[in-house]
């Protein structure tokens, strides 16, 4: 290979390179249409933490316990 020919090559690289600089340059500057992305979403909506009440908590204890007891009433 001679000097000119890797010059060339080194030409065409750079310039690929220099293309494909541009198209991501172009899409991370433009607007993004639509829905943003679910991770945007989550990120942007606070951290909420539900509580139950003692009350709620007791309601959902005896439901439960009804419903196994009647799951072992059915299995006997």
Known sequence: MNLQQIM?????ERDRLDR????V???STQPRRG???KTAQIAARPKRRRRLSAAGRKRISEAAKRRWAK???KAA
């Open 8 to 12: 060339a090559e080194l030409r065409a």
């Open 20 to 23: 494909a600089i541009a198209a």
């Open 25 to 27: 340059n172009g899409i």
């Open 35 to 37: 829905r943003p992305p």
């Open 71 to 73: 799951r072992r009433k």
